[in-house]
């Protein structure tokens, strides 16, 4: 079945820090991988995403991921975490069934900074 | 250009009420998905929309109906509310439903049900 799991549902860092959220997913052809950010009370921003070629993918606010086939993993990395970054991170896999193509997200990981 | 826009922002309703939510999509975008999220949850898959067709269904019962229309907005209703239909609904847009496409995600409409 298809499905994707952030397996930390908290993080903290210190401003500063260095970042990484993890995503592991589950899906039998090419994935189509994101990452989306939801602020509190917020609907979804499109931090970054991979469709195909280079594995490693930039994003905006500084966020990359790399996409590792081999542990079917697509972990969000930022070297500097700043404050505005506290938010929640969901993980998304794009999944065609039938015809019919949707996202299935993570449960997300919430993300907080400490100053 | 604007993004995807959702009305209302917010709503309470009581159980047993009927709620209407609306969705107008990026300008060119002719595809448009539903989403729940309910609270600690990320979202889930309700329905999606081209060219005024129903594309795909989640699991969800049929108290969720949808409908697009000819300028690419579309509705969600929901009949016979419960507790549990408290959520953030999203909707998202897209040119084409393929998977090469991304989709582009509205602020949400927030329902509490009572």
């Known amino acids: 079945a298809q499905s994707v799991t952030q397996p930390d549902i908290h993080i903290t860092v210190s401003e500063g820090a260095s970042l990484e959220l993890r995503c592991n997913y589950s899906y039998g052809a090419t994935p189509y991988l994101f990452w989306y950010v939801q602020s509190p009370g917020q609907g979804l921003q499109l931090l970054l995403k991979y469709f195909s070629g280079d594995t490693l993918v930039q994003g905006i606010k500084g966020f990359e991921a790399e996409f590792k086939r081999s542990q079917s993993s697509f972990n969000l990395r930022k070297p500097s975490v700043h404050w505005s970054d506290a938010a929640e991170y969901f993980c998304a896999v794009g999944a065609d069934a039938s015809g019919t193509y949707k996202y299935i997200f993570g449960t997300g990981t919430r993300l907080k900074v400490l100053a | 250009d604007a993004g995807v826009t959702q009305s209302p922002t917010h709503l309470i309703k009581t159980r047993g009420q009927h709620v209407t939510l609306r969705c107008s999509p990026i300008?060119?975008?002719?595809?448009v998905s539903w989403y729940q999220q309910v609270l600690g949850q990320g979202p889930q898959f309700i329905f999606q929309y081209y060219e005024k067709e129903e594309r795909g269904r989640g699991n969800f019962p049929d108290r969720f109906s949808a409908r697009q229309f000819p300028n690419y907005s579309s509705e969600l209703n929901v009949n016979a509310l419960l507790l549990g239909d408290s959520a953030l609904y999203l909707c998202a847009s897209s040119r084409t439903p393929i998977n090469q496409e991304t989709q582009y995600f509205g602020p949400g409409t927030r329902l509490l049900v009572l």
């Open positions: 300008s060119g975008h002719k595809s």
